[in-house]
């Protein structure tokens, strides 16, 4: 590349900051496909064996019954993981982790706790997450390696028998399972309330400007 | 979608009925049912997301190359976990398609068990012959396709073990097996040979009762529970790929654990 050409790209860059890059925003709707196909069928195989005394309403399952639900789990595992796994290694690479996810003091979680209550945390800078923002993120990542760990567990106790063990057993990945997944379910719903609470942040994971 | 194709020794009779059964039912069919809020999905399958039966077929493939990802995984020499006798779950439950009512009886003094396909020694074996060779018993942990799991005690032959007896070609990529009331099933010929891999006569210390299998069933702890075939009719060594009862509805073929 040319000197000049070079200044005519810096020239041509936009102006409000990019607040989430390209990388990001397309693992990020990826990543909400595989969700919604990897809980939907999920619930579907939970309905085959309880592990609780309540079903999932066949309404809001996918696969229409256990084989259907298998097949969509473990075709959309692969998407899951893969893109998990880009988004992770990206995350990482590029500082994006250490720059908004770090550092995260209990202090900070506590002060905007409260605010967050008396609905006064501010939202004015979506570059800048605060305590409870980097809390859930970093939260939802343990609970999507807890997720996938569990499952892999559960999908080869014999040839992952390691993986198996560390989770206490096959019956005891299945909880694991279960709760990781309850945990990413719980994070989803306040994710998405909030993303109506404030409608340019949604409008920033699609553009990738404010 | 795969075709169904004639299966040797399976009555025709029977598939049509299963298959009588299974066609009012129409969510058995429709994986899509539930899914079509999800606009996003035409980008995973590449295909017309209303268009329940290509869809099917994407997940199909899928499930095939699951199938490579599996047996690839699969150590042959790895064991399955065993567990204490005190683990074994007391009663163990039954389960099957069909209810209990409906166990099929088999005459264990008339039982023979067919031996077919790529084997130098084709005769029948009766229960007694299958009895007189060399026993091993294991306490393992069955894991079901609906998710529970439970320890039992299984007593019997190595299949590798009988598969050598028999002279079967061990090159062979498959071992299928058809049950008395025309359930079928088929493994890979590496869990064929894997040393837990058993053709069991005893459940719990005592001769397989009915609802366990009786007079014999496979038991594979490397495989999910619709993998262990119960009163198991006829062993069939093979190339050809012939799919399975629950295989041939969409369940995962390999189903490996």
Same mark, same amino acid.
């Given at each position: ?100 996810? @770090? ?37 939802? @990542? ?23 063990? @560390? ?44 | ?257």
């Amino acid at each position: 590349m040319t000197v000049e050409a070079a200044h005519a790209d810096l020239s041509v860059q936009p102006q409000p900051a990019t607040i989430h890059p390209l990388w990001l925003r397309i693992t990020h709707w990826i990543n909400v496909v595989a969700i919604v196909i990897m809980t939907g069928s999920g619930w579907e195989i939970y309905n085959a064996s309880p592990l609780f005394p309540f079903v999932f309403p066949r309404s809001i399952t996918l696969g229409g019954w256990l084989a259907g639900a298998l097949l969509w789990h473990f075709a959309a595992m692969w998407l899951f993981v893969v893109n998990g796994l880009v988004y992770v290694l990206l995350g990482m690479l590029t500082g994006r982790f250490r720059r908004r996810l @770090l550092p995260l003091r209990a202090g900070d979680v506590v002060t905007d706790t409260k605010l967050a209550l008396r609905g006064a945390l501010p939202h004015d800078d979506l570059a800048v997450y605060n305590a409870l923002q980097k809390l859930f993120y970093l939260g939802v @990542l343990v609970a999507g390696v807890v997720v996938v760990l569990s499952g892999l567990a559960m999908w080869k106790p014999v040839q992952l028998w390691w993986l198996a063990a @560390l989770f206490g057993g096959y019956e005891a990945a299945r909880f694991f399972h279960f709760f990781a997944m309850a945990a990413i379910v719980g994070f989803t719903v306040i994710h998405v309330v909030m993303a109506f609470v404030v409608p340019k942040a949604l409008r920033a994971m699609i553009t990738g400007r404010s | 979608m795969r075709i169904r194709r004639p299966i040797p020794g399976v009555d025709q009779n029977l598939l049509i009925k299963d298959a009588a059964r299974l066609l009012p039912d129409p969510t058995r069919r429709l994986f899509l049912r539930g899914g079509l809020s999800v606009g996003a999905l035409a980008m995973l399958t590449g295909c017309n997301i209303v268009d329940g039966v290509s869809a099917e077929s994407v997940l199909r493939k899928i499930s095939e190359f699951n199938d490579g990802v599996q047996a690839w995984l699969f150590d042959p020499n790895l064991l399955a976990q065993t567990y204490p006798e005190s683990a074994i779950k007391r009663p163990f439950p039954f389960n099957a398609y069909y209810p209990e009512s409906d166990i099929p009886e088999v005459d264990g003094e008339d039982y023979k068990l067919d031996v077919t396909g790529m084997v130098e020694s084709k005769e029948e074996w009766t229960l007694k012959a299958l009895n007189a060779l060399p026993q091993e018993t294991q306490i393992t942990r069955l894991i079901c396709v609906e998710g529970w799991s439970a320890v039992g005690k299984w007593t019997g032959v190595r299949l590798s073990e009988f598969l050598k007896r028999v002279n079967a070609d061990l090159a062979a990529k498959y071992v299928w097996f058809r049950c008395a009331e025309g359930y079928h099933v088929q493994i890979d010929m590496p869990t064929a040979l894997h040393p837990q891999t058993q053709m069991t006569l005893q459940f719990d210390g005592k001769e397989l009762e009915p609802k366990y299998g009786y007079p014999m069933r496979i038991r594979i702890p490397t495989k999910l529970g619709f993998k262990n075939p119960k009163h198991v009719m006829e062993l069939n060594v093979g190339n050809r790929y012939l799919g399975g009862y629950w295989e041939n509805q969409g369940y995962n073929w390999f189903s490996g654990l």
